[in-house]
């Protein structure tokens, strides 16, 4: 997971069609942590358990194990034109389009309030790669085809 974004770069040009469906998580990657949704594995950085005293490591990752339940019913969907994305205790629905910015394709998300984000997405192997990015915090996630 934690080559995310490099496989965003290399990943199939992608159209509306082929997002089309609900879209469920597999995996998730952010600051060092990496979740296995399926095994419910959560695997840290060796960056990250450097900084961490052991006892910080198990709390860690026991909490990170808490989340992987959250995480098995997060999901994202696509209806036409119409975007349902359900992660953790979140649900926001509205609109998209799928645009190319840096190389790279991106949805841009225009929610039911009005805001508007942009997302990096791809997909690559049957799975879908989106990069989120929320208040400076960047979120990798896979999700597999339900």
Do not use: H, R
């Not at 496989?7 to 469920?24: D, H, P, R, V």
């Not at 190319?100 to 394709?105: A, L, M, S, T, V």
């Amino acid at each position: 997971m934690a080559l995310c974004l490099t496989t965003i770069s290399y990943a199939q040009k992608i159209n509306q069609k082929e997002l089309q469906g609900k879209w469920n998580v597999a995996g998730f990657n952010s600051s060092g942590i990496s979740v296995d949704v399926k095994n419910g594995e959560v695997t840290l950085s060796p960056e990250m358990q450097a900084q961490l005293s052991p006892e910080a490591v198990t709390g860690l990752k026991a909490g990170m194990a808490e989340a992987v339940t959250q995480l098995k019913a997060s999901f994202i969907t696509f209806s036409g034109q119409n975007l349902t994305v359900a992660i953790g205790s979140s649900n926001q629905t509205g609109t998209y389009t799928i645009g190319d910015k840096d190389g790279k394709q991106v949805i841009n998300f225009k929610k039911a309030d009005g805001t508007t984000s942009e997302f990096p997405v791809a997909i690559k192997d049957k799975n879908l790669y989106i990069t989120f990015v929320d208040q400076g915090q960047q979120a990798d996630f896979i999700f597999n085809k339900s």
